[in-house]
């Protein structure tokens, strides 16, 4: 059976709910939910140390064992979960991989659609693509969720500006061809 990315990750957050239920039932190994969640959140903060010290393999890995552990049924928090997939999604965007990090700012939108961060930088890779409409609804939407982020109504403005300079010269090139 196929399917689809936003039918599996539903599937995979029922599976997480279940485990979880099961987790309260009969821990692992001795430990409780809330020392699993913990662990969880501990893994999190290690893999946020190592991207800020620029250690973006290591750091990687570890948001990855964040996502895989959520998955499989640990006691995360939406909040880490999102957090792990956004922060996953920064290191793809400084490798230049920016679809591979618009799946992973998606997810984290997902999961958590009041978090204006991953909007923010999946807009900005949306406007470095030039897809300019979709950016401009992305940093919308962060200065909806908070409207105090001063880079997103920078690059709102910017978006709007490129966008209607590509409309000015699709014109000009429409007047030039039909002469």
Known sequence: MCMSRGRKNAAILLLGN??????EAAPLEGMSCSDMG??????????????????????????????DNCHQGSQCSPEDLAVAFNNRGQIKYFRVDFYE??????????????????????????????????AVKD????????PEFKDAQRSLQQSLQDKEEKMRRMANLSEDCAV
């Open 139 to 146: 940093f919308q939407k962060v200065l909806a969720l908070n």
């Open 101 to 134: 990090a618009m799946d992973d700012y998606t997810e984290a939108i997902q999961i958590k659609p009041s978090f204006e961060v991953p909007y923010y930088n999946r807009g900005l890779i949306l406007y470095r693509l030039g897809y300019f409409d979709e």
């Open 38 to 67: 913990r662990m969880e959140h501990d893994l999190l903060k290690a893999a946020n140390a190592e991207l800020e010290r620029r250690q973006l393999e290591a750091a990687e890995e570890l948001y990855g064992r964040v996502i």
């Open 18 to 23: 279940f485990m979880s239920s099961v987790c």
